[in-house]
């Protein structure tokens, strides 16, 4: 058990729908990562964000936005949601914004139909 | 950009002998070099990390992974496979510059009796 923990484990809705996932970070983490995985793209960096500012942006889309709140939980928001969007999605923090270990959680898996 | 390349897609490997997983980067000066590991359903655990220093990194479980500047490497090796290794094990580089962890594509890892 890595300390993060992340709902809803399974989400399955429709294409056009909008759904929140919510990451709570290990105790005394300031930094929150988010990933999606997919088979054909692998595993890829969102977004982090450290201490509720917004500190570095990967391969995230228009549709998706995330924040993080005062008690350093973090949502991640999917909208207008497509096919393609099915993937698991991994949240992870750690304990500075700087380099060093992540402490991934057990994921969502978000099914798009 | 910087990149990083897990040659071997799946490997078959029996319980006891020894294992390398092999991982290269690409990136113009010395990353942060991370070697995760993915149960079945579960989020990514770290095995081993490499920021700077002795080249040869031991980690938990076992495993080892050696950094070679001259090629680009940092291969994942164990000299004694157990079955409970049966995993996905990914390489991720972070620069210097930046927090975004780069993960490779990962190795699927099968322990045969």
């Known amino acids: 058990d890595s300390g993060v923990t992340q709902t809803p484990k399974h989400l399955i809705t429709a294409t056009g729908q909008r759904v929140t996932l919510r990451c709570s970070p290990r105790?005394?983490?300031?930094?929150v990562y988010w990933y999606q995985q997919s088979l054909d793209q692998g595993l890829q960096f969102l977004i982090q964000?450290?201490?509720?500012?917004?500190?570095a942006k990967g391969n995230i889309l228009e549709r998706f936005s995330a924040q993080q709140f005062p008690d350093l939980h973090s949502e991640l928001n999917l909208s207008s949601l497509e096919l393609g969007d099915s993937a698991l999605y991994f949240c992870?923090?750690?304990?500075?914004?700087?380099?060093?270990?992540?402490?991934f959680g057990p994921g969502t898996r978000l099914t798009v139909l | 950009a910087q990149s990083v390349t897990q040659p071997d897609i799946h490997i078959t490997v029996s319980e006891g002998a020894s294992l390398e997983l092999r991982c290269n980067y690409s990136?113009?000066?010395?990353?942060?070099l991370f070697w995760y590991v993915q149960s079945p359903g579960q989020g990514l655990q770290l095995l081993l990390k490499?920021?700077?220093?002795?080249?040869l990194v031991q980690g938990i479980k076992g495993f080892e992974a050696e950094f070679k500047r001259s090629q680009s490497s940092f291969n994942l090796r164990k000299p004694s496979v157990h079955w409970s290794d049966a995993a996905e094990y990914f390489c991720?580089?972070?620069?210097?510059?930046?927090?975004?962890?780069?993960f490779g594509t990962g190795t699927s890892l099968t322990v045969i009796p």
């Open positions: 992870a923090s750690s304990d500075s914004g700087a380099v060093d270990e992540q402490f």
């Open positions: 105790s005394g983490d300031l930094s």
């Open positions: 964000y450290y201490n509720g500012e917004e500190r």
């Open positions: 990136y113009g000066a010395t990353p942060y």
């Open positions: 490499y920021f700077s220093g002795d080249t």
């Open positions: 991720a580089v972070v620069t210097h510059t930046g927090n975004q962890f780069y």
